[in-house]
């Protein structure tokens, strides 16, 4: 009974000794400041991925940084070139029309040549039909050295045609911060693929819509998600000089590396956006902070610096007292690219009056004509507009010939 009584003893003790070894490892949660910890990408991180990935178009013209090819390569491969560590790295993907035998070469040393290169073999993946399959390699890590230092590139290349080739860090920098007594999961994330964590954006926004910077995220639901949205405000955002939170501003500073941040309270310099009135909805980026504006008066201080808006929501009353509500998303005319200045008022008139503007492609032996309504700031608001919280029907058209004769008639399609 003693050495029963010893054993059960001895096991409490260890338990005890493991929960304080475990605490006393465990680091303090700071306020204002953060270590960081590479962290895999998992599916729950497919929000914070999204806005760092590169889409690479195959071709079977030789880039002119590619000097030779792999050794022993069949013909049957393409070209791809990627933006790595700050410049075209070019990449071939061997037996593209096999894929469950393909094979991924990267010019991972930056002098032209795969001859000296691994191949990285494909992971097939099976997916839900009828989405087919998937083609992954990696994680493939690449070293990039500038004047501060080397640092490591790491990510993933998926295919799922041969045609394509998707680019993707495969992991981030994940930490927590106390913030006025608040505690947040954060995050950083390669978003460029050069090895570094503290490229901010930089406007305007590209036409490919990806920042071209690095991502930075916080859990503001501290539901362990990282929440994304294209019209609202976001917890996954481009990585700028400043936090907004709840109408606070803290300044970031970001190592180069990713292994600490340090968020400190501060009073930004400000100027004035007035749209001079006009009851808008505002998604910014900015090399400040993200802003999310929204109210009747359509005028707001925000910090100095340059913006480019991602999405805006123009709510009017016609004299008959119905509402509309109108949506431009990405193409914001002269809002994808100004600029807020010190104590100064940078003004937009958006909106009415409209025009109606044509919008005609071929493709192959059809031709697709489609409207696009334009405001006065040559913003390109989305179809259907909405009308007392109704969308409205397709307009109709009429194709005449030059006598003035109705060739045919019928109404357009939404998407």
Not at 225 to 250: D, G, I
């Amino acid at each position: 009974m003693n050495a029963v009584r010893k054993a059960i003893l001895f096991t409490a003790l260890a338990g005890i000794v493991l929960i304080v070894w475990t605490r006393a490892k465990r680091e303090p949660v700071e306020e204002g400041r953060c270590n960081l910890k590479f962290k895999s990408v998992s599916k729950q991180d497919n929000m914070l991925v999204a806005l760092a990935t590169q889409y690479l178009a195959s071709t079977t013209d030789k880039p002119s940084e590619l000097k030779d090819l792999p050794k022993g390569l069949t013909a049957d491969y393409v070209y791809f070139l990627a933006q790595l560590a700050g410049r075209n790295t070019p990449a071939v993907l061997a037996s593209y029309s096999r894929l469950e035998r393909s094979a991924l070469y990267v010019d991972m040393d930056s002098d032209g040549l795969l001859s000296d290169e691994k191949p990285y073999r494909v992971k097939v993946t099976e997916l839900p039909r009828p989405r087919g399959k998937e083609y992954k390699f990696g994680p493939i890590l690449m070293k990039s050295r500038d004047e501060e230092g080397e640092f490591e590139i790491a990510f993933r290349a998926t295919t799922y045609n041969g045609q394509q080739l998707i680019l993707n860090p495969s992991g981030y920098r994940l930490g927590k911060v106390r913030l006025d007594k608040s505690t947040y999961k954060v995050a950083i994330m390669d978003g460029n693929l050069d090895g570094r964590y503290d490229k901010t954006f930089s406007p305007p926004l590209g036409e490919s819509y990806r920042p071209g910077c690095d991502i930075f995220a916080v859990d503001l639901t501290k539901d362990g998600a990282w929440q994304f949205s294209s019209y609202w405000a976001s917890e996954v955002t481009p990585l700028a000089r400043m936090l907004k939170l709840y109408n606070t501003y803290y300044g970031i500073d970001v190592a180069p590396d990713g292994t600490t941040f340090d968020f400190k309270k501060i009073q930004p310099e400000l100027g004035t956006l007035d749209f001079g009135g006009s009851n808008v909805k505002l998604k910014l980026w900015s090399d400040a902070a993200e802003e999310f504006l929204s109210g009747s008066d359509g005028k707001w201080q925000i910090p100095v610096g340059g913006y480019s808006a991602l999405f805006i929501e123009l709510n009017e009353i016609d004299p008959e007292r119905n509402a509309w509500t109108f949506r431009s998303y990405r193409d914001t005319g002269s809002l994808h690219d100004f600029e807020i200045r010190t104590g100064q008022t940078t003004s937009f008139k958006i909106g009415s009056p409209f025009s109606i503007k044509t919008d005609v492609k071929q493709v192959a032996d059809r031709v697709l004509i489609g409207l696009k309504l334009e405001g006065c700031a040559e913003e390109q608001y989305i179809l259907p507009v909405m009308k007392g919280g109704k969308r409205l029907p397709t307009p109709a058209f009429k194709i005449v010939n030059e006598s003035g004769e109705v060739l045919t008639s019928g109404q357009f399609k939404y998407g």
